[in-house]
């Protein structure tokens, strides 16, 4: 099942991460103003791993307004002239994709799938199969990526970004407390007690934890829970495991960051939550990569914390089997029913597997699966928002080798992710012990997970 | 409103008017007026605070919407760079799409759809509501049940077999799918029905059948009159419900110059992955809401007009 | 009960409620009242295309399992069997619903009524600027309602708590706790509805002889018993159809709930079209559909009964208390 083994990955990866170090050393490239800025007009002329013959024909994408593919698809056009990509702007695609499946007509050739949707997709039969070149280049792209879009030996989308999860902090903010630095072998319950001297000294947080749990804040659990070996669902995603002892053990931690009541209290991409990190009141957050781009977009001062932040492992969860956690992250995905499958599969392959599409994304802001890109060019990817001499990228690589090829986003982990808010706020007030919070909770995803797998057939 | 009208007549109505209380009503009258006053003012400011926060919003910079405590003024004074931006004058962006963006060319989108769309609703909802208030004719009620019937289920249950048949007709793209299923609706007709039946009396309608009015006639040229006010009512909620409608558009309208403001707007709104662009959201809603401010603001006076000038009293 | 017959209960036609007619004399009776006939036509036609397809599409799709692309599986019952028995939310999302029908039902409409009854006061300088505010709230867009509520109510940076902390109150969990966020909705619910409602009211209160008020005025009514005495049974056929709607879209309540709470916290908030929405965007579609059916009835068993309380309100004949 997994294409890669896990050793060969490591070997690639660290080959980057040795070359990012390297980097490192060198004065850091020039920041952009803007992560949404198109770069098309840097792309490095790179070995073309796309078929040579005339490309012709109209692509439509759906996703939403500023968008990666956005950016590749003006460089697909500008490679080849006969093409034509279209990407109207869809506030909730996922509806559209729905309505126009259901009356047969008015597909557009590609969208932006979540991985668990790509699961329950791929299970409905509506998606296209592009095993082919995802084959092709599979010894290219990051495998924990592959697993997403692979279902019963075959692939259904092109892997879209990597979300290896980082502990973003600021360490202006923990020195003013007089406290730290965060040293990369911290353990958790030193970063929690940093946590409230930071907040009691400063009113800073070093992390965010809104009460009603939905948001940044599922990391507090969802951090432990893959650390510790955790899944949500087996890879079948027909057994439901999230309330086993791993998962009791991560709410136990995710109870103990909440009672130390230092965690951001705001609503996720609420103005008080970006209020709160421009008005250096967020000293700290866990955070997937593709959240730089959106950082980068509202931190546009130095007063506001640009330049002023560093990324790197997640603090040490005792008997964990890996330092990050996935959250997010996409796949390009397209319709079985699709009358054009060639250009549309040319297209993916352009844009996350050669060096010019890695590079139009990469300089988006997400992190593309493309391995060669990662060894050579990522180390240059552009950011304002961490301090000049901090190795960014070889942190980024540093969790990207911590991921794990047995965490499963099937079906049932979007149901069980969309119902945290519901069970978990009770178990973190103490209203509820965690193990018959835990207990409802997996109860109510068994249910809900076989009702939608059923409905699946 | 037959008996209102003969219970009026039959008031008798007294030649002197009570004088010597005229003074202490007076006052009451002052000491009622000015708690009225009081009363509507207080609530004026609730309803207007969220209204003001979307004007003022418009004239923020991004970095003073997104606030850990929100605030009630920009600290350095309105902008209008979201307007010129929407506008696209003299302001360059990295924003991408946003050259094809035409944020006049979208209102006024807006304003074609919900004007025809509401003429036709109106009409035909009128017509129909006088028949089913006023004339008696085989299986009137149970027309008339089935109507409030087609209201209970719910909307959701249709969406996907009406997308479908929106498919088949080929009206994909056009403003018919507005247009044409909704120009006789169950609440239009039904709110139709009640308004005349508690407005127009059986005697006028009579009267003209005597006098060899036709029917169409009676409704264009005694009803529709005196239902004036009820029209307007009832042409507003259309107007700005159709305006604002947002879920059927967004599917049914993707080419970008037919698209409606709210569905080119809500790409601002941000999604569970990308931020919102609040201010870009704010100002265009403003501009947005500008029109429909006028039409209300004009067409209000009519719903008082109404009966008074009709033709009752002539 | 005045001559003519009310048009509802249902079962009783107005034609010879006294005799029986033959099929002949009603057919002709028919053919005489061709133009009422074509009058109301419009409504049937549009419903005869673009209602009963999607209708009978519901109603196979409540008995089948069927996603789009695929053919439908007859499943019988089951998915109606599924729901009641095992659905997690239904009766959770029920109570919550009925529950907030039944607070935000009569404060609402009084409401209003009360509000449009001041707005109609005779003497009333700026009417027309008062009208206008209290319609704002319909006009704009909610999605950025829903933002300034939330910043309203923020529990920890929001406007409402930081003015309770100034006089030493709160913080209050506008949001997060149960019964402070069915409060916060019902709120937004009147803030934004209040409106229309007014409008509606200001519609059927125009249609109010003035000269009634003058002729109470002189018998000495007081201005409570000048509304109970008049306006209210004037405009009870208007108020009628306001309970009957109100009932209807409060059941089928969706998008204020979604963009406020979202159902939360810890799905207490949670609307039972909520629910069928998120059962039709996860695919399981029969489900879905025999959700909104099981809506309809209950839909359908309420407003039966408010008809069966409220049927002399159907006309304002009689109405009025000399």
């Not at chain 1, 092109?158 to 990369?184: F, H, Q, S």
């Not at chain 2, 009570?18 to 003074?23: D, I, N, P």
């Not at chain 2, 159709?242 to 569905?263: A, H």
Request: aromatic share 12%; with cysteine.
């Amino acid at each position: 099942m997994k294409p890669v083994s896990r050793r060969e990955f490591l070997k690639v990866a660290g080959l980057g991460a040795a070359a990012t170090a390297l980097a490192a050393c060198a004065p850091s490239a020039a920041p952009a103003p803007n992560p949404a800025e198109p770069a098309a007009g840097e792309v490095k002329e790179a070995p073309a791993a796309v078929s040579s013959g005339e490309l012709e024909g109209k692509l439509v994408f759906w996703g939403h307004q500023d968008h990666p593919i956005y950016s590749a698809g003006q460089a697909f056009m500008k490679k080849y002239p006969k093409v034509v990509f279209e990407q109207p702007e869809m506030a909730e695609w996922d509806k559209a994709v729905e309505s126009a499946l259901a009356a047969g007509s008015g597909l557009p050739d590609m969208v932006w799938h979540e991985a668990t949707n790509v699961q329950r997709d791929a299970r409905r039969g509506i998606l296209l199969d592009v095993t082919d070149v995802v084959k092709k280049h599979e010894a290219e792209l990051a495998p924990a990526k592959l697993s997403e879009a692979l279902y019963q030996g075959k692939y259904w989308g092109m892997p879209g970004d990597i979300t290896p999860n980082n502990l973003w902090w600021r360490p202006d903010l923990v020195e003013k407390a007089g406290v730290g630095p965060i040293t990369e072998d911290i353990k958790y319950d030193e970063f929690l007690q940093m946590a409230k001297e930071v907040k009691a000294k400063t009113d800073a947080s070093l992390f965010v934890m809104e009460e009603t749990f939905d948001g940044q804040g599922t990391l507090m659990f969802a951090v432990p829970f893959y650390a510790l070996g955790g899944n949500f669902t087996d890879e079948t995603g027909e057994q439901v495991l999230l309330d086993n002892e791993i998962g009791m053990q991560a709410m136990e931690y995710a109870k103990q960051a909440w009672d130390t009541g230092a965690g951001l209290n705001a609503g996720w991409f609420s103005p008080p939550y970006w209020g709160a990190i421009k008005e250096n009141k967020l000293a700290g957050t866990y955070s997937p990569p593709w959240m730089r781009g959106f950082f980068q977009t509202e931190v546009t001062t130095p007063e506001q914390g640009q330049g002023k932040w560093r990324n790197q492992l997640v603090p040490v969860y005792p008997g964990a089997v890996a330092r990050t956690n996935v959250w997010g992250g996409a796949t390009l995905v397209s319709f079985s029913t699709n009358p054009q499958p060639d250009l549309v599969k040319a297209f993916m392959e352009f844009t996350f597997c050669t060096m010019e599409g890695a590079q139009v994304t990469g300089d988006w802001g997400i992190i593309p699966p493309y391995i060669p890109w990662l060894k050579s060019e990522f180390k240059n990817a552009k950011q304002t928002l961490f301090e000049a001499g901090w190795d960014w990228t070889g942190e980024v690589v540093k969790a990207m080798n911590q991921m794990r090829n047995d965490f499963y986003r099937m079906p049932g982990y979007g149901i069980a992710y969309g119902a945290l808010g519901k069970f978990v706020p009770a178990m973190l007030r103490g209203e509820k012990s965690i193990k018959d919070g835990m207990k409802e909770y997996g109860d109510y995803v068994r249910s809900e997970n076989a009702k939608l797998l059923e409905s699946l057939k | 409103m037959a008996t209102q009208m003969s219970s009026a007549a039959t008031v008798p109505v007294p030649t002197r008017p009570a004088v010597k209380t005229r003074r202490s009503v007076n006052a009451r009258q002052v000491i009622r007026y000015g708690l009225l006053y009081a009363f509507l003012i207080a609530l004026s400011i609730i309803f207007l605070f969220p209204f003001y926060s979307m004007v003022i919003g418009s004239m923020m910079p991004k970095d003073e919407l997104f606030r850990l405590y929100p605030v009630l003024w920009p600290p350095d004074g309105p902008t209008l760079t979201a307007y010129r931006l929407l506008l696209k004058i003299d302001v360059t962006t990295t924003i991408q799409n946003l050259e094809r963006f035409h944020i006049l060319r979208y209102i006024f989108n807006s304003l074609l759809l919900a004007t025809v769309a509401v003429l036709l609703q109106v009409f035909f909802n009128t017509l129909a509501g006088y028949v089913f208030a006023k004339r008696q004719f085989p299986f009137k009620n149970q027309l008339f049940a089935f109507i409030l019937l087609t209201m209970l289920m719910p909307t959701a249950i249709n969406f996907v077999p009406f997308y479908i048949l929106i498919g088949r007709l080929g009206w994909m793209n056009t403003y018919l799918p507005f247009w044409i299923p909704g120009a006789a609706s169950a609440f239009g007709i039904f709110m139709m029905r009640q308004f005349i039946v508690s407005t127009i009396p059986d005697e006028l309608i009579d009267s003209a059948t005597i006098d060899g009015a036709s029917q169409i006639m009676i409704v264009t040229r005694i009803v529709m009159p005196i239902m004036a006010g009820g029209m307007v009512v009832l042409g507003i909620l259309g107007f700005v419900s159709v305006y604002n409608e947002f879920v059927l558009s967004s599917l049914i309208l993707k080419d970008n110059d037919i698209r409606t403001v709210q569905v080119a707007l809500a790409n601002f709104k941000g999604t569970s992955i990308r931020a919102p662009m609040y201010d870009l959201m704010f100002a265009g809603s403003v501009m947005a809401t500008i029109p429909l401010l006028l039409i209300f603001f004009v067409f209000q006076r009519k719903i008082i007009q109404g009966i008074m000038s009709g033709a009752i009293k002539g | 009960m005045a001559a003519k017959a009310p048009p509802l209960p249902v079962s009783r036609s107005s034609v010879g409620a006294h005799r029986r007619p033959d099929a002949r004399s009603v057919l002709r009776e028919m053919w005489k009242h061709r133009t009422d006939y074509l009058f109301i036509s419009p409504f049937y036609i549009l419903f005869a295309v673009f209602g009963i397809y999607p209708l009978l599409f519901g109603i196979q799709l409540s008995l089948s399992r069927w996603q789009p692309g695929r053919d439908m599986t007859w499943v019988g019952l089951q998915n109606y069997q599924t729901l009641i028995f095992t659905d997690p939310e239904l009766g959770r999302a029920l109570l919550n619903t009925l529950a907030m029908l039944l607070w935000i039902l009569p404060t609402g409409l009084g409401g209003a009524l009360i509000l449009a009854v001041m707005l109609n006061a005779r003497r009333l300088a700026g009417r027309g600027f008062f009208r206008t505010i209290f319609f704002l709230p319909f006009v704009t867009s909610q999605v950025i309602v829903a933002i300034v509520f939330q910043q309203l109510l923020d529990k920890n940076y929001g406007w409402v708590n930081l003015l309770l902390g100034k006089i030493g109150l709160g913080p209050v969990p506008w949001l997060t706790e149960t019964i402070p966020a069915q409060i916060s909705i019902t709120l937004l619910l009147h803030w934004m509805g209040i409106g229309t409602n007014v409008l509606i009211f200001l519609g059927a209160l125009q249609s109010i002889d003035r000269e009634l008020y003058e002729a109470a005025e002189i018998d000495g009514a007081t201005s409570t018993q000048q509304f109970f005495n008049v306006t209210f049974p004037l405009i009870r056929p208007v108020m009628l159809f306001m309970v009957i709607t109100a009932t209807i879209g409060l059941i089928n309540l969706y998008a204020p709930v979604k963009l406020l709470t979202n159902g939360g916290p810890e799905g207490t908030t949670l609307t039972l079209f909520m629910r069928m929405i998120d059962l039709m965007t996860s695919v399981r579609y029969g489900e879905g559909a025999g959700f909104g059916f099981i809506m309809g009835g209950i839909v359908l068993l309420i407003t039966l009964l408010q008809m069966k309380f409220l049927s002399g309100w159907w006309t304002v004949e009689g109405n009025l208390k000399q």
